[in-house]
């Protein structure tokens, strides 16, 4: 692969979208660039799934590696059609507005066969800052101004609403309300590497700067605790115990810089010091933490200290606001892109039991411990349909656990869950700690209508993050459209193919001298009923109830698919049947059936059909067929030498006039000689721009037949339109065999 372009062409077609993620996920690893891949497969998954829904053409995705810069472009085929920008509330597709947020730059080109939608992202590597401000659009911004405070606000995944959703743009001014009320989380500095650099080189300073022994960096937890962030000196390994933002003094209250002589403040007591310095930092008006500097000498700090330390925490603070918010957005793009994955695992498959397990294993172990999938009925509670632990070997208690548990709440919001709790008590030892769980329960509505619930748990101490539940509450209405889905599928699926066996024949009557074979197909996934039919039936019988004299078969193929090709399917079969037992010719039955059609006015479909009657030759081998073909592909008949021929000439198909003169052709069949009858399934089955009936295609193949049983042949020749193409055919395909034995 070619260090600095690669590229790849995709179909039209949703599955191309991840595909798509795949190719360029490869590409940046081959190059080194994992950093920038979740920016770059969620933007090209984006501008994809624009490509697939919206142009509707084929699409090419090209990497380029230039210089401070990897360059992403998504191109289709259809320059005449605009970009479009479906609602932000669309699950897949959002295009520019996503594009926009990820990228340094983008735009569009065109030429004359195709446009194109291009992104650049800044290599890893290049100047953080300048990244960190072209990434999100705002620049410097982020480090604290107003717009960067309420970006986080928005699209901070993993905070709480109180500390994301709150406070968005208001000034130092907040902290005099009392800043001891509102914690901001100090975990993710923790992981952020910028932060953890940022804390250790500002506790180095401050040591240096007031000759401290010792310093400290404190961050908040939610709760109110405070934790170490960075330390130095005599602050190092230093365990704080139960100190927390509840503990702190006024000063610390009114968002000011405090010193401390002795060793009767919290902190000091906590640091194990005699005099303190400490300034608090501070984000979006709340308190991150603290900055501290301690001595094991009692009155070392004077006030002119606390007024240094606190322009140092104000200075740290903008730095650790600014690391904040960009783990924020690697946190943000991160869900983005498990979001779409789990959009496009979803949106693959229709089978009912499949989209539910898939939805649990979906959140664990990423969002919970544990999920439960319940199936609404229709009368009692919700039904256990699923349960995956992120333990195996928990699983099958979790499951008595939840069977014995109360019934999942029929709620129409999410929120807390109590009912393993009302387990026995023996089942609840049997679960171990897993009845101590906390749960959260998410109810599954799609179109209005509740189908369902999950339900996820995490371990006591494990508290469920407010971006855990949000995200889960997002899946969980992906998820209850996808079952919803399936479950439509599944029931219409089981409708159709109720449908389909009442429009074919129960069995194929024993035919003396004649071997009879027949393949049915229905193009598809069983979603719709097929317009093809066929039937082979007895027609007469002697005086008094004797064994059959003639037998009738037909094969028929109405115009389309669907319910309204069902009616005339049914219709023409059983009306077949119904004819032929009141003794009409195989003519007389197709006007009457004719009639028929045209009577259904709108409702009507075109019919195809060729419909014969089949008497045993008397001191003779072999049959004597009368048959009439009404727009049909005419049948060929294979002789033991392998010539073949067509056995009846074209008449007009039914449905289209009235007052249409049929006859009949006869064709007597000989030990050995096959009749072949097929509908245009067969003879216009499609490979690229050929068809299989072309060129004589269909004679050929029925010719190498020569020799070989009704069954054989009916096999060679389904095999043959199988293989023909390599994509599955689009048409039903009916045949029906004849061979005289």
């Known amino acids: 692969m070619d260090r600095q372009t690669a590229s790849a062409t995709f179909p039209s077609a949703a599955p191309a979208v991840a595909d798509a993620r795949r190719f360029v996920r490869k590409v940046l690893a ?39 810069e990897i360059k992403i472009e998504v191109r289709d085929r259809h320059p005449t059609r605009g970009i479009d920008m479906p609602g932000v509330t669309a699950t897949s597709g959002r295009g520019l507005p996503s594009l926009a947020r990820l990228a340094a730059s983008w735009g569009v080109s065109y030429d004359r066969r195709s446009k194109g939608v291009w992104f650049r992202l800044p290599r890893p590597g290049a100047d953080d800052s300048a990244a960190s401000g072209s990434l999100t659009g705002e620049a410097p911004a982020l480090a604290g101004g107003r717009a960067g405070r309420e970006r986080a606000g928005r699209t901070g995944p993993d905070e709480t609403a109180g500390e994301a959703g709150e406070g968005g743009g208001q000034t130092r001014g907040r902290l005099s309300g009392g800043v001891g009320d509102v914690p901001v989380a100090g975990d993710r500095l923790l992981r952020s590497p910028t932060a953890v650099e940022s804390m250790e080189d500002g506790v180095a300073g401050v040591r240096e700067l007031l000759g401290a022994d010792g310093a400290a960096v404190l961050l908040t937890e939610r709760d109110g ?95 650790l606001e600014k690391a904040r918010v960009g783990e924020l957005e690697r946190s943000w793009r991160g869900w983005l892109s ?36 319940y199936n609404a009925a229709e009368s009692g509670p919700d039904r256990l349909a699923y349960v995956w632990h992120a333990d195996e070997t ?83 209405r992906r998820a209850a459209l996808a079952v919803d889905n399936a479950r439509l599928f599944s029931a219409q699926t089981a409708m159709s193919s109720a449908l389909q066996r009442s429009l074919l024949p129960p069995g194929i009557p024993e035919i003396p001298g004649l071997e009879v074979a027949v393949v049915y197909e229905p193009a598809g996934e069983g979603s719709e009923v097929g317009g093809d039919f066929y039937d082979v ?19 028929g193929d109405v115009c389309g698919t669907g319910p309204e090709a069902a009616a005339v399917t049914g219709l023409a079969r059983h009306a077949l049947r119904i004819l032929a037992a009141e003794d009409l010719s195989v003519p007389a039955v197709l006007t009457r059936l004719n009639r028929l059609i045209l009577g259904e006015g709108e409702r009507g479909r075109l019919l195809t059909l060729l419909h014969g009657e089949i008497a045993a030759r008397r001191r003779s081998d072999g049959v004597t067929i009368k048959l009439t073909s009404a727009g049909h592909p005419p049948p060929l008949l294979l002789s033991p030498d392998g010539s073949v021929r067509e056995a009846a000439a074209p008449q007009p198909l039914l449905g289209v006039f009235d007052g249409v003169e049929f006859h009949t052709d006869t064709v007597r ?52 339109v199988r293989d023909f193409g390599p994509e599955p055919s689009n048409d039903d395909i009916a045949l029906i065999v004849l061979r005289a034995s």
Do not use: K
Request: charged letters at 20%; proline letters at 5%; hydrophobic letters at 45%.
């Open 30 to 68: 081959d190059w080194g660039m994992d950093e920038v891949a979740d920016d770059a497969v969620l933007a090209t998954s984006e501008l994809a799934t624009n490509a697939v829904a919206y142009a509707g053409t084929s699409f090419e995705v090209t990497c380029r590696l230039e210089a401070g």
């Open 225 to 319: 605790r405070l934790i170490m962030g960075a330390s130095a000196g005599t602050a190092t390994d230093v365990s704080l115990g139960e100190l927390s933002v509840a503990g702190l003094g006024p000063a610390a209250r009114a968002g000011s810089a405090w010193v401390a002589s002795d060793a009767s403040d919290p902190t000091a007591a906590a640091l194990q010091a005699r005099s303190l310095a400490a300034a608090p930092l501070e984000s979006q008006g709340r308190l991150t933490g603290l900055l501290v500097a301690v001595s094991s000498v009692p009155g070392r700090f004077g006030e002119a200290d606390g007024v240094r330390l606190g322009r140092l925490a104000d200075e740290m603070s903008l730095s």
């Open 338 to 373: 498990f979001v779409a994955e789990a959009s496009d695992l979803l949106a693959g498959t229709l089978d009912q039991e499949r989209t539910m397990a898939l939805v649990a294993q979906l959140v664990v172990p990423r969002l919970a411990t544990w999920c439960a999938v």
């Open 394 to 476: 928990r699983a099958d208690g979790l499951r008595e656990l939840l069977e014995h548990a109360g019934a999942a709440p029929p709620m129409d919001s999410p929120g807390p869950w109590n009912g393993l709790a009302t387990a026995p008590a023996e089942v609840r030892a049997a679960a171990g700690d897993t009845a101590t769980d906390q749960v959260y329960a998410f109810p599954l509505i799609a179109r209005g209508r509740r189908i369902g619930t999950i339900v996820i748990g995490r371990p006591a101490g494990d508290r469920f993050p407010r971006s855990a539940i949000e995200l889960a509450e997002e899946l969980s």
């Open 537 to 555: 039936f007895e027609s007469g019988r002697r005086p008094g109830g004797g064994p059959a004299t003639a037998w009738r078969f037909a094969i």
């Open 669 to 720: 069949l000989r030990r050995g000689e096959v009749l072949l009858c097929v509908t245009d399934g067969v003879t216009e089955r499609r490979s690229g721009n050929r068809l299989l009936g072309d060129g004589h295609g269909l004679e050929n193949l029925l010719s190498d037949c020569a020799g070989l049983s009704a069954g054989a042949v009916a096999a060679r020749i389904q095999r043959a």
